[in-house]
């Protein structure tokens, strides 16, 4: 009988892998692990779907290491998306809740003034923005 050569996983499939488990790694409080799952779907997998998710969660890692490297963090948070991206400024500061670890079960507060965001239906965004009567430009 002949042998069947096992098909290689799809690269959005690879990248739901790595994804997952960086997302366990970070549930669990092993944030360096965490870091090199996400760092891997990023670098490897870039123009998935799961890219974006990889690199919020690598952005989370650096905000909540003991070394909290800001810097890295918004460099992930602000780097390539998929799609349009939305500019939001605020006319005062809001408080923004990132995700729990084990180390901080109640996650970590942020204030902002301004964020980036990539909506999947830009278009709905900015129809419900003018309905709003909110100054888009």
Same mark, same amino acid.
């Given at each position: 009988?002949?042998?069947f050569a096992q098909q290689p996983m799809p690269p959005d499939k690879q990248a739901e892998v790595a994804l997952s488990a960086g997302q366990r790694a970070y549930n669990d409080g092993n944030?360096?692990?965490?870091?090199?799952?996400?760092?891997?779907?990023?670098?490897?997998?870039?123009?998935?779907?799961?890219?974006?998710?990889? %690199?919020?969660?690598?952005?989370?890692?650096?905000?909540?290491?003991?070394?909290?490297?800001?810097?890295?963090?918004?460099?992930?948070?602000?780097?390539?998306?998929?799609?349009?991206?939305?500019?939001?400024?605020?006319?005062?500061?809001?408080?923004?809740?990132?995700?729990?670890? %084990?180390?901080?079960?109640?996650? %970590?507060?942020?204030?902002?003034?301004?964020?980036?965001?990539?909506?999947?239906?830009?278009?709905?965004?900015?129809?419900?923005?003018?309905? %709003?009567?909110?100054?888009?430009?």
């Amino acid at each position: 009988a002949p042998a069947f050569a096992q098909q290689p996983m799809p690269p959005d499939k690879q990248a739901e892998v790595a994804l997952s488990a960086g997302q366990r790694a970070y549930n669990d409080g092993n944030l360096p692990t965490a870091a090199q799952k996400f760092q891997e779907v990023v670098q490897k997998f870039g123009n998935t779907p799961s890219a974006n998710a990889a %690199r919020y969660g690598l952005a989370l890692c650096f905000i909540n290491s003991p070394q909290q490297d800001f810097a890295k963090a918004i460099e992930h948070l602000t780097g390539p998306a998929g799609g349009h991206v939305v500019e939001v400024s605020l006319s005062e500061a809001a408080t923004v809740v990132l995700a729990g670890t %084990r180390q901080q079960p109640g996650g %970590r507060a942020l204030h902002v003034w301004s964020f980036l965001c990539a909506p999947s239906r830009p278009g709905k965004l900015l129809h419900a923005a003018g309905e %709003r009567h909110l100054p888009v430009g």
